[in-house]
């Protein structure tokens, strides 16, 4: 596999396995090449603008791209997702939403319209200011048809 190759294929596993993370070995096995080849392609692709993250699992996708990810993944799968949000008066809270709503752009930015369990209601955020999300084990219930008119009202509204 050649280089170009190589370093597609590296984002490509560690968006298959967002928002967790993959040693530089298993990339390595993966790919078939050395753990020190994959260690010099990772700082190419960091250096290049991929938001790649070091932790103790080993590499992940940070920034919007894990993000996205986890809310994709949640969306799919009917997930409760985990939210580390920056409020515009730079509060953080970490929330559990129910990402049934929507996904979408406006004005240069990308929102999730969710349910938030902190705060009991239907709550718009926008991706650049969560910090993190975490799909979490527990599913949550489709919403009954009045729900859905109600939120589709709401959604209709706000953005």
Known sequence: MKRPERLTAIVAELEA???GAVSARRLGERLGVS???IVRDVGELQRSGVPIVVDAGG???GGFEAVKRAID???AGRFVLRV???STKGVRTTRDVE???CLGG???HWYLVAWCRLREDVRVFRLDRIMGAEVTDERFPEPGRERLE???GIVGGGL
């Open 17 to 19: 396995r967002a928002p």
């Open 150 to 152: 109600e939120l589709a």
């Open 106 to 108: 406006r004005g240069g």
């Open 59 to 61: 590499y992940a996708l």
């Open 99 to 101: 990402p049934s709503i």
């Open 73 to 75: 993944q949640a969306l």
């Open 84 to 86: 580390d949000y920056l």
């Open 35 to 37: 753990k020190t080849t």
